[in-house]
């Protein structure tokens, strides 16, 4: 008798289902984030998880952006339309499709005209009913230094700790490290 004569009908089809699902592999082929965006000099970025189903089912395709570890910034739902959380709402360009594929069009986030709030850690989340796979990848939107307040020449134990910076919008100090 065959070993697989002993397997009930259930083991076998237990078994069937595993090597069916060893086969399906959601790839996340690459995540493209700046490391460094210039706020007053930039018109937009786009935060781009390129993925392939492979295998993988696309029942219950979500598409999600996180900012900062646990604030969802981004969200596609296949068959909906994208959605964006509160902090990149001002942002966030609901029209852009990084593809003509069904299955990958939403998989982008077009962020006009960034300001420094947007810094922080972004995940890429892509999960299906059968598979998930996460990446992450840091961004730093600053504006550039224009107003330096030095300590005077006559104070030699002065110490310069912190840049002010400027612009028609924004005043924030950034500590020097």
């Known amino acids: 008798m065959a ?12 078994v069937a289902s595993r090597a069916l699902c060893e086969c399906w592999q959601l790839v996340i ?5 700046p490391p460094t965006v ?6 937009y970025v786009i935060l781009d998880c390129d993925y392939d189903l492979e295998n993988t089912s696309n029942k219950g395709l979500v598409v999600k952006w996180f900012f900062n570890t646990n604030e969802v910034a981004y969200q596609w739902i296949y068959g909906r339309d994208p959605l964006a959380g509160d902090t990149a709402r001002k942002y966030v360009d609901l029209k852009y499709k990084a593809s003509d594929d069904p299955y990958t069009k939403y998989r982008a986030m077009k962020l006009n005209k960034p300001g ?4 922080g850690e972004y995940t890429c989340v ?6 998930e796979r996460s990446a992450s990848a840091s961004m730093v939107v600053y504006y550039e230094a224009n107003e330096v307040f030095l300590c005077p020449l006559c104070h030699p134990n002065c110490q310069l700790t912190r840049v002010l910076h400027r612009d028609k919008d924004h005043e924030y100090y950034s500590p020097i490290s």
């Open 3 to 14: 070993p697989e004569d002993l397997l009930s009908a259930n083991e076998k089809s237990n």
């Open 38 to 43: 210039k706020a007053d000099d930039t018109d």
């Open 29 to 33: 082929k690459s995540v493209n984030v």
């Open 116 to 119: 420094i709030d947007l810094t």
């Open 126 to 131: 892509i999960s299906t009913f059968a598979d």
